[in-house]
């Protein structure tokens, strides 16, 4: 109950600190006889790594996923998936300086103020660190919507204000920063690197498309689908704000602008995003995410020691420019984990 | 597991149709030796009936609640509340020619998808009808609440593409749109009153404020306070999005426009939105919704019967313009229903 | 949280006290089109009223169920179902002069100790007119499960220190004390006779008995079968002790003892009761329950008044001197409420 | 909800296989500002290693607990704490004879059915070795518990039909079987001697002691303490049947025999095992399990293979006797994690 579970039937349980000795992930609820390898996972482990973009951490994770139960003789057992990823590099001698400084934009003063102690290196169980056991999780969730013909697409639709114009899908594997616009990626990482330079830091918009996804998932009331996505999108920690579908722009539109029309066979156009009623209709989800800026910058700020006494702070070290497209992986993820748990769930009623 | 229950240390369920013979929310989780009223809970429930503003609802709703467990001589004690509004003007028959055409934007289609039957009168479970429940609930909510300094209030800052400017908070109450701008609350009347002679329907925008929360609410990782705020408000029918703070602004800043420096006693600013880490920082919590139009239009529109066959349809009847002002008493319950919830949870960490 | 609910896929949550207006449940997760009558329901409810047997309670209760949700011309729709019956005969001035007395056996110095206050009407919450709700929900399970060829048996196994010696299942409907041995049916309504003119009262063990569940329903590890069966069945207010298959006579055997040889198509014996490492095994499951005798007897007692003081107290009024048999629907109904629950959890296993 | 996880405040999840790489726990919501070091969890990981007493299996595992998030400078800080101990001696040639085999007793046959699929080696999750998950996570409960003063004490009240007549609770640290009664342990230990020369294996009785408990805690209706406490040990594999206080002995008790009076400042007696109505009653808890003779024999047994031809099969290798005193430490790690979540559930109420 202290919150680090997720899902009902496909249940994930993430433990870890940035600097412990490790991080990883329980996945309660994966069904039996399905093929699972440790690649399977580093996969999606790999595309969450530093250094993929030039926008990017250049800290060396290695990340070597260890799978310690749950998988016999490359098949999973219906018993509980034990994923494990050793921490390297973690000696956290960089952070004794930041020891009684509360870092602006980050969680050091509301842990404090929440447990009364915390483990301040590299942000503790804060760290984006912690997102290493949702992916891992996610690789699985997605191999099993694989299977029913469901994929999920996480991409870069604006950074540092420049914003995507196109939009070819095909592209988005093909650019470090993950953008079905090509050119548009350019100019993304021309502003992250001066922005770079600057000591500053980028937000953006991530776009999440689910393709393939069938009419009937999601359980009115309080489990509607997009909620569930919500909350599974709003727990990753640089997101403020999700929409499905046209989402904040219903606020300026008429009834007669906003419904979907039906014909035979579907929709005519997707405003509803792809749900309606909190049930999946068979429609393409498209949901997008606000990511803030990373708040780690070297620029000077005003803060505080734990003590409350003033202070002015400048945050030194190899940190990213923007949480994109690192945190793209980790949208793909728990979008996947909660279709994987709605898929269970609606696999109770198809019965008789 | 149907998803018609919600929170966990403070947990409602509610039941009904619009159509059906009652609807109805059990409590479970009220601490004991509260006072609780009838009288309490209708005045929460009186907020989203029909007819208060000019652009809602003619439909005669008497809705008043029943205690029928839990409160003992007025006060709780500690066993479930059950609360009960008998459905009164349900007849239903005015909804037997639409009983075989899928209304567009309505969840006609994705319910009849998911469950091969449904009720169709009135949108049957997936009415807005289902949020007396969680008005109901929340009243309790707000009362635990306001007993601890805290207060929650929602306002409409957007409708049919007219903006509060000001931002007059003892106005809301004042004027049938919530608005703390009264003169925007003029114009947005007037919108009302013109699209509603069109057979249109207008989206918006509510924003809910948070006062008193103090430091520490919300649990890492998944149960952030925002993402289960996220997941409460995005469960509400007619919402679309939902963002913290500066929500979807931060994609355009910089990191050192986005964090908040810190000063001795707090914060420089509150793009945070009062929640850093998933958890309370103890500064004002702000979040916005956007609100679709209401589906019900009396426009044609192209749709199809249950069979397939294409169709057009007017949707005849008195309905609202807008979820706007209605939505706002329900968007108030789910926040005070999270931080009730949350409140909760810290208790048990305060301890020792 | 507040422990008023039970299951996790078929999940009901119960309220209601002893005097209060009405007590109910709601069943979330119910499948959609199940015929549900009000019939269905009233036949399992009429089975545990008083005055079915000699050995019961004279207080009428007329005890009809009112569906007031989710059932839409005569199918279950998917959405909540909520169940209400009214409490008649509820004045509970007969209670005024137990008001501030602790009566020993019953849950009055607990709740008082743990809530700081409580409803002493007829023992409010921890009144066995909680069961109810348990017996409306189970009838709905029993028919789900009746559906599949499952079928719960609740019988007499021994009442007043009198065992039933045959065990005839068809014989188990046809007395008032549902014992499969006649005979000793009878030598129990003497026996139940004559202490009811001392004044006192009697406990006694039913056995439960599952026959046509297939093999497959449980989840291990924790939620092994007879886990949660053992957490339902103790749930129930008079039961002291659960035991499965052999009980706590495996005690005192040997392991070639109490194995169960296998044979092509079964087992050779079925000491296990029809579970094995937490899952049915195909074989008949069978429970017993220790029930003990109601606490309300009109002998003098010595106990204390709320302040502490010491005092005695003869409890008066119509009590049953058993809860046998009015409990056996009890025990039927949360087997078959675990039962239900776990062919759902099975059913998501069965894909692929 | 694969059943792996328990609790609700106060949550456990574990995870591995017998002879899988790892056996490990998460716990989730352990208090802040905690002192915890790996000795504490290595002290009650021994207690449950085989070797202890002379009727244990020589199988030599070592057991060492790592403390892999959680912990902070020796201090818990509220995140989820995953202790892990890696399987040894774990080559598992020695069952590839059994591969094939369904073993009397066993989960093999209700693992097959349940999921197409097991890791037959030495039981694979269905294997005792799981335990030393639910140990691990007792010793931090138990080391809550003692600070607030109360204390967990599991001891043999019989062992292969001897039982023990003396209650000297100072007697059970100080000899292998863990009885309050010396002799009978030294009867019990040649009953044991005798019976593994036969190639057979022993039941028994375990009866848990809570000393220092106060009243009020436990959730009525479903969430009763002796609810939990009946589904924490009956979860537990080798046990058959659970009671409290006066257990089935109540089926033959009048009413006036079974209540326990109440005098200024307590119970006369103490037939309720320390718990009214589902709560706590500030009486000692007490509570006995019965366990089932270890199914792995030497003697010859009938059985089928996997396919249903019948097979005689002799299970060779070192076993032990009995599941006692091995499984002790698990019911007091039991009984520990549900006091511990019931304690935290009750903090919540203290409140105001």
Chains 1, 2, 3, 4 share one sequence.
């Not at 690197?193 to 991530?206: A, F, N, Q, S």
């Not at 409350?308 to 702070?313: A, D, E, F, I, L």
Request: charged residues 25%; aromatic residues 4%; neutral net charge.
């Amino acid at each position: 109950m202290g919150g680090n579970s997720f899902g009902t039937l496909f249940r994930i349980t993430t433990w870890g600190e940035s600097h412990g000795r490790a991080v990883g992930v329980i996945i309660d609820g994966c069904p039996p006889r399905l093929d699972i390898t440790a690649d399977d996972v580093q996969r999606e482990l790999d595309r969450r790594k530093p250094g993929q973009g030039k926008g990017t951490s250049p800290r060396k994770e290695k990340d070597r996923v260890e799978i310690l139960s749950g998988v016999f003789e490359g098949k999973t057992t219906g018993t509980p998936i034990s994923l494990l990823i050793w921490n390297e590099d973690v000696e956290g001698t960089a952070y004794e300086e930041l020891k009684d400084i509360v870092r602006p934009g980050h969680a050091d003063f509301t842990y404090q103020a929440k447990y009364g102690i915390r483990d301040h290196r590299g942000g503790g169980r804060a760290s984006a660190r912690e997102t290493v056991g949702r992916v891992a999780a996610g690789a699985i969730a997605k191999k099993i919507l694989k299977a029913e013909g469901i994929e999920v697409l996480a991409y870069t639709l604006e950074l540092g204000g420049i914003r995507a114009e196109k939009m070819d899908y095909t592209a988005v594997g093909k650019n470090a920063l993950l953008c079905p616009d090509p050119d548009a990626a350019v100019k993304m990482e021309e502003k992250i690197e001066k922005t770079r330079l600057r000591g500053d830091t980028l937000g953006g918009i991530v776009e999440i498309l689910v393709r393939g996804c069938p009419a009937g998932l999601g359980e009115p009331v309080f489990d509607k689908l997009e909620a569930d996505l919500a909350k599974g999108l709003m727990s990753i920690g640089a997101v403020r704000g999700v929409e499905v579908g046209a989402g904040f722009r219903v606020a300026g539109m008429l009834g007669s602008e906003c419904n979907d029309p039906m014909k035979p066979g579907g929709f005519e156009k997707n405003d509803a995003g792809g749900i309606l009623g909190g049930i999946s209709s068979g429609a393409k989800i498209l949901l997008r995410v606000a990511v803030k800026p990373i708040p780690s910058i070297s620029l000077e700020q005003l803060t505080v020691y734990s003590s409350g006494r003033p202070v002015s702070v400048k945050i030194q070290g190899r940190h990213d420019v923007s949480a994109i497209p690192r945190i793209n992986p980790v949208c793909e993820a728990m979008v996947a984990i909660v279709l994987t748990d709605h898929w269970f769930r609606q696999e109770v009623l198809k019965r008789g």
